[in-house]
């Protein structure tokens, strides 16, 4: 295993200007890419933080620590794993908070830390065991992004690591963070992106890899995003996927009235109306399962652009008594969304799945609308032959890379590859063919994906065009009447009379979610 982890780290530094080729290929060889301050306040004039006292708290440490190495170690996801951890360990608010940041704060910021911690041990931590890795690299987040005196982010990282039996390697891991701790941000940033390219610095100072840098900058252009302002764009991008998202919640239509639940909201729930969904609701304060209606599935955790994803596709399609069609269903947040729906126009949806798990968890998300909806575990690349021209409007939210979701799994950023996007074209093409398929003439369908990759959004639908038996609707006049917004928000590329839309996070405060109506001819 240590041999293993030798190799996987010389081929992490070999290639490290693209970014990491993932777990799979090799454990945490994260380079070219920092994480940002998030906005915690000013700076010192050497780039560190102003340092606080009394941040002690050693659970938190305790937690973090734990979660890291996890997701270091077995390819766990931070954003499934750490809720539970923190109710387990019954932290109080404010180290619940700490422990938040300890996570998601190194994570997004792993290519920088890496890259800090090999100048100043001489060592990458893909030499180290997964423990001892995430130790350092949560020391360097403290020192180099946090309001915390460097004793006390030495100290008590130390004292983490050794709580968890990585004792023998508490010597190291303080050395290296006192290094670390001998100069600021700024001028660890400087030394490090003295001799890369204008894009390979980019990443290093905006926690991305340097291919998907290179790949928002093609996305943006053929969206049709940033013109002379390119740059400021790109790096507007970059910055909000390093922004902690929102906790968005939906209120499933028909089941739950927005401006109920913000009324009843208690237990220190902190709810507001959502400004870009009709139906969306933001938490700002207190647990997500404390507002009324999550218990009951009548109100569901859901980004803002997703909620939009279904309720467009809903508004396009005016059949009465609508037949519709969810060709990739799980987790079922968006089938809820149409259920809910399809229970007051008298109509129904059939969600799909091909996997057993993610089927289950349709019918958790679903229960408030089960009257209305069916769930079948079934391949989405036969439905179209299996059942042609049988649906009023299909709904296919395609598996992707999730480049449009990096601020709420800071972690995908360093797993993704270059090679990902080719390898899920195949299934994106076959999933849209077999939803064009499944629409009855004059039916609507709604392709869409939580990546604005150019190769996965307008190029497959692209393609479909090509066959002819479509033709492409105004998808931003959709979303503009439902959010209030403005349609040239959403604009992307045109084709004849149509648009596709594309979201972006630091425009639009949600995923980065695509979307192209098309109609049946």
Not at 85 to 108: N, V
Request: glycine share 12%.
């Amino acid at each position: 295993m240590n041999e293993q982890r030798r190799r996987d780290g010389d081929r992490g530094r070999q290639g490290r200007h693209d970014g990491p080729p993932g777990r799979r290929e090799g454990r945490a060889r994260r380079g070219g890419s920092s994480g940002q301050g998030d906005g915690r306040g000013p700076r010192q004039r050497d780039g560190r933080a102003p340092r606080r006292r009394g941040a002690d708290s050693t659970g938190a440490r305790d937690v973090a620590l734990a979660v890291l190495t996890e997701v270091d170690e077995a390819d766990a996801y931070a954003n499934l794993l750490l809720p539970s951890r923190l109710r387990q360990a019954g932290l109080d608010a404010r180290d619940a908070s700490l422990t938040t940041e300890l996570t998601y704060g190194t994570l997004r910021g792993l290519g920088l830390y890496d890259a800090v911690v090999e100048a100043a041990a001489d060592r990458h931590p893909a030499d180290l065991d997964p423990r001892t890795a995430s130790a350092v690299r949560m020391g360097a987040h403290q020192l180099l992004s946090m309001r915390i005196a460097d004793h006390a982010a030495v100290s008590e990282t130390v004292d983490a690591l050794r709580r968890a039996g990585g004792g023998r390697a508490s010597g190291l891991v303080n050395a290296v963070l006192r290094r670390i701790s001998a100069q600021g941000r700024e001028a660890w940033l400087t030394q490090l992106t003295a001799d890369r390219s204008p894009d390979d610095a980019l990443a290093l100072t905006t926690s991305h890899p340097a291919w998907i840098v290179r790949a928002l900058r093609i996305a943006l252009r053929g969206h049709g995003r940033g013109g002379d302002g390119l740059d400021d764009a790109l790096r507007s991008v970059l910055e909000a996927d390093n922004t902690p998202a929102k906790v968005s919640l939906a209120a499933l239509p028909g089941h739950a009235d927005r401006d109920d639940l913000i009324a009843r909201a208690g237990n220190g729930a902190a709810l507001t109306a959502g400004d870009l969904s009709p139906i969306g609701l933001v938490l700002s304060a207190g647990d997500p399962r404390d507002v009324p209606g999550v218990s009951a599935a009548t109100v569901r955790v859901q980004d803002q652009g997703s909620q939009l994803v279904a309720l467009a596709l809903a508004h396009a399609d005016t059949a009465a008594s609508p037949r519709w069609l969810d060709l990739c269903a799980g987790p079922g947040g968006k089938t809820a969304v149409l259920g809910g729906i399809a229970a007051g126009r008298d109509g129904h949806v059939h969600a799909v799945d091909s996997s057993s798990h993610r089927t289950r968890l349709v019918e958790d998300s679903t229960q408030a609308s089960r009257g209305s909806v069916d769930i079948a575990h079934a391949d989405g690349r036969t439905v179209g032959t299996d059942r042609p021209g049988e649906f009023s409007g299909v709904l296919v939210d395609v598996p992707c890379t999730g480049l449009g979701a990096l601020r709420r799994r800071p972690e995908a950023r360093w797993r993704r590859r270059p090679d990902d996007v080719a390898a899920l074209a195949p299934l994106q093409s076959a999933l849209l063919r077999s939803a064009i398929d499944a629409c009855r003439p004059g039916g609507i369908i709604a392709y869409s994906t939580c990546s604005p990759h150019w190769a996965e959004t307008a190029g497959i639908v692209d393609e479909a065009l090509d066959s002819g038996d479509v033709a492409v609707l105004d998808a931003p006049a959709v979303l503009a009447r439902l959010s209030g917004r403005a349609a040239d928000t959403f604009a992307s590329a045109s084709r004849g009379d149509g648009r596709y839309a594309q979201m972006w996070p630091d425009i639009h405060g949600s995923d980065a979610m695509f979307l192209a109506l098309l109609v049946r001819r």
